[in-house]
């Protein structure tokens, strides 16, 4: 199929305007496809040929202004216009569609806990013309016009409110929507159960499938609390009020992101409807991507983009919104730890790599939507966010909430650009925000920022900060001493500011009294830099780092250490011996679950020698196992369930999980929830202390999506060569039956540490096959390859030269090759970490 090139849409949005699209589904029609008929219209302001995108199974008609155009005209999913003439025009397409199984275009699902199924579209950020035919680009915006034939036990959601047509009880019309673009167009269809309520005038959903539906109803009165919190909050932000008729959340399976800012008709991954146990940092974290979504009605929807190289100006400003407003809205006030913690490592990782690319990249740099796809990264989400911040330090809070409404009111219902926005903000301050931008949104790459200490006057002590990178930072340094009566715990003495200059060199400040015991740069984490200790700081942080009194100034120490070991600084086996020291006292639990996974998943799987790992595991267990013991009183059942599932997957003997599958607790609790119960036969799979009667089992009692997907990382997971030859063909056999979830589930189960020998074989057919698996099921699947299916637990030369020949002579499709060399850079850096550890 032909990808969009941006001078493509360039050339066809100097020549249309697109005024409505009205669109009949009809999803009544089997399991394979459903029907698509496409009525646009438009207007060319000068005669020309032009195109339209749809991407069908079958083709049965297209008309332009009543007259058939020849079948000819459509190849490569697109339709050729021909000789248009200047004036209004009307295009009728009649197709059949396919339905998804990997989340792109019209996604079919069917429940295995009970049969039902249910659909959903996924548009973003090219796959509308897999649900209707359209002029496929962000600013070519128009009214919506939607309706769907469906199962009378159905209910149907759209952009617009759904309403049964009378006398129709299969029949659904959404009203019309404002101007939006072709990628937000929503609709989703099943037998979905629903709960509602109203606020501000307008109807708000909840939204999920049959079977998850004690659950919803379980968390509706928080996930409405954190919406109407939210609504409000922003209204109170922005002069712009909420821009469509409706407010509909739909928690949908098999969703490939977390969730998609459709305008009225929000879709989330379902695994945002607990069935277990969760942590309130999960809460949390759910909290955030509905305040994120729910920003993205006024960035990405009110105002869009105008092509996809400002595609920061949707996410960016959404993630540090979804994080700023949750804050200020809702009883989670402190999530910007989270978001230093267990997010901004995202950004900083993915702008350290081959594929790092500027915030508001040059447009010349996105010259087509396949590139586009993979800039839907760290960068434009974490690092993003973070330039937002310092933004918001540098220019006042006051200033840059001026120039975003400016920027609403000028945009409302149309299009804009990185120049755009930059000129609000301009009007809004004397500052030289050009210049910012320029530094901050043009560059790519992680600035350092070292501190040196002198202290050798009694009274007063000078601090120098030298900068290795090209950004100006305005940022807080925290003075800390030891309490003089608690050795273990840390006192603020003062937080002080300090404006760092775009240019490399040192920036010096004079400070009066004695030399601290700890000097921590970017505390209160304001800016977007890598930052190191001096000796004496990093000696304090080692005895006291759980003794700071801020849980954000904690994160930020954390994220140097974790810094610190990935840029060959600090031996990962000092990094574990801080876990192993300070995790037991720690507080926070997103700061525990973080670094247990870092330390887990990165130091102990890749980093260390294969023969320190049963030694580095013994330690994290032994971690996990103390959490036990600090949370036996109940006092924090969070904490407590984080110390279990680490207890679970740092278990090198199978008789204590064994144990606990078979009483279905743990002492002193939790109970075995269906989440915890598969996460203990994974385990138990991996160590070879399980095999197919008791996974069969397991899948009998919990018939769910989820259980089946449990039961696919149980099989994968086990040490029989047989049963990774069964997991390899289900992932990359000709058969090409398995969903998004269950291909990821499979590959979640194929490699482990434990099993070297035995997968080691497959590595060399992994890159061969997975550039043949991308060619023929297309980009999602593509990226499931190089993200979940890589063998990552495998840090060894040979396979960076298997995959570098790859990359060098396998011609992977691009959707393949970006990810694929990001994994290989992290491979290589894993190398060198050894290496430098000796």
């Known amino acids: 199929m032909s990808v969009l090139t941006r001078d493509e849409a360039e050339a066809r949005a100097a020549l249309l305007d697109v005024h409505r699209y009205t669109i009949d589904l009809d999803v009544t029609r089997g399991e394979e496809i459903f029907g698509a008929t496409t009525l646009v219209r438009f207007t060319a302001r000068a005669s020309g040929d032009t195109f339209v995108e749809i991407r069908p199974r079958t083709l049965h008609s297209a008309e332009l202004d009543g007259k058939p155009l020849p079948e000819a005209a459509f190849a490569d999913g697109r339709i050729a216009l021909t000789g248009l003439g200047a004036g209004e025009h009307e295009l009728r397409v009649v197709a059949d569609m396919p339905y998804s199984h990997t989340g792109e275009g019209m996604h079919r699902f069917t429940d295995p806990a009970d049969g039902r199924s249910y659909l959903y579209t996924q548009c973003c950020q090219s796959d509308a013309p897999l649900v209707f035919a359209c002029f496929d680009q962000p600013d070519l915006k128009a009214e919506f016009d939607v309706a769907v034939t469906a199962p009378e036990n159905w209910t149907v959601l759209g952009n617009g409110i759904a309403t049964r047509d009378a006398g129709r009880p299969d029949r659904w019309t959404c009203t019309t929507t404002p101007p939006i673009s072709t990628y937000l167009m929503a609709v989703a269809a099943g037998p979905y159960h629903s709960v509602r309520t109203e606020h501000a005038g307008l109807p708000f959903g909840l939204h999920v499938r049959q079977s998850l539906a004690p659950y919803l109803e379980a968390d509706a009165d928080e996930l409405f609390t954190i919406t109407r919190r939210c609504f409000d909050r922003y209204h109170e932000l922005f002069d712009e009020p909420y821009p469509f008729d409706s407010y509909d959340q739909a928690f949908v399976p098999e969703f490939n992101a977390g969730a998609m800012e459709n305008p009225g008709l929000v879709t989330f991954r379902d695994e945002f409807v607990f069935r277990s146990a969760v942590t309130d940092s999960q809460r949390q974290t759910r909290g955030m991507v509905i305040a994120h979504e729910m920003a993205h009605m006024w960035f990405g929807d009110l105002v869009t983009l105008r092509w996809w190289d400002d595609i920061w100006l949707n996410e960016s400003f959404a993630e540090y919104m979804g994080f700023q407003v949750l804050a200020e809205a809702t009883r989670w006030t402190d999530t910007w730890t989270d978001f230093a913690v267990a997010r901004k490592s995202w950004g900083y990782d993915a702008d350290q790599r081959p594929s790092t690319h500027p915030v508001a990249p040059d447009p010349d740099a996105v010259p087509d939507t396949a590139s586009a796809r993979l800039n839907f990264d760290g960068i434009s989400y974490a690092k993003g966010a973070s330039a937002l911040r310092q933004l918001v330090t540098w220019l006042g809070p006051s200033e840059f909430l001026a120039g975003i409404n400016a ?400 990359l060098a002579e396998g011609n992977p499709s691009a959707a393949l090759r970006r990810p694929l060399a990001d994994q290989l850079d992290d491979l290589a850096r894993a190398l060198r970490v050894r290496q430098a550890a000796g």
């Open 407 to 806: 920027h609403f009111t000028a945009h409302r219902f149309a299009n804009a650009t990185l120049a755009d926005f930059l000129d609000s903000l301009a009007g809004a301050s004397a500052k030289d925000v050009h210049a910012w931008a320029r530094h901050w949104l043009r560059t790519s790459g992680v600035d350092t920022l070292v501190p040196e200490v002198d202290a050798t006057a009694p009274d007063h002590w000078r601090l120098a900060v030298r900068h290795e990178g090209t950004r100006p930072h305005r940022l807080l340094v925290g003075v800390y001493d030891r309490a003089e009566d608690e050795p273990g715990r840390l006192a603020l003495r003062e937080r002080t500011h300090l404006d760092i200059p775009q240019e490399p060199g040192t920036t010096s400040a004079g400070l009066p009294g004695r030399r601290p015991d700890l000097v921590l740069l970017n505390d209160g984490d304001l800016t977007y830099a890598k930052i190191r200790l001096d000796a004496r700081s990093w000696e304090t942080v080692r005895a006291a780092l759980s003794g700071l009194p801020d849980a954000l100034a904690r994160a930020v120490v954390w994220n140097a250490a974790r810094d610190m070991v990935r840029d060959g600084e600090l031996p990962p086996g000092e990094y574990l011996e801080a876990a192993r020291t300070h995790l037991p006292h720690e507080t926070d639990n997103a700061i525990v679950q973080t670094v247990l996974t870092f330390a887990r998943a990165e130091v102990t799987d890749r980093l260390l020698p294969a023969a320190d790992r049963p030694k580095a595991l013994a330690t994290l267990h032994a971690l996990c196992r103390e959490l036990l013991g600090r949370t036996a009183d109940g006092s924090d059942p969070g904490l407590r369930l984080t110390a279990v599932r680490g207890a679970i997957a740092t278990a090198a003997d199978p008789a204590e999980p064994a144990r606990w599958m078979a009483d279905g607790t743990v002492p002193g609790g939790p109970e075995l929830d269906p989440e915890l119960r598969w996460q203990t036969l994974h385990r138990l799979a991996v160590l070879g202390a399980v095999g197919e009667d008791e996974i069969r089992a397991e899948a009998e009692r919990d018939t769910s999506a989820t259980g089946r997907e449990g039961a696919a990382r149980c099989r994968a997971a086990l040490p029989t060569a047989e049963a990774k030859a069964a997991a390899w063909d289900a992932m990359f056999g000709p058969a090409d039956t398995l969903s998004n979830y269950l291909f990821t589930a499979t590959a979640q189960g194929f490699w482990h540490a434990e099993h070297a020998d035995l997968v080691r074989p497959y590595t060399e057919r992994y890159f061969d096959e997975a550039v043949a698996l991308a060619d023929r099921r297309g980009a999602s699947i593509a990226h499931f390859a190089a993200s979940a299916a890589f063998p990552r637990t495998l840090a060894e030369p040979e396979v960076l030269a298997l995959g570098e020949r790859c």
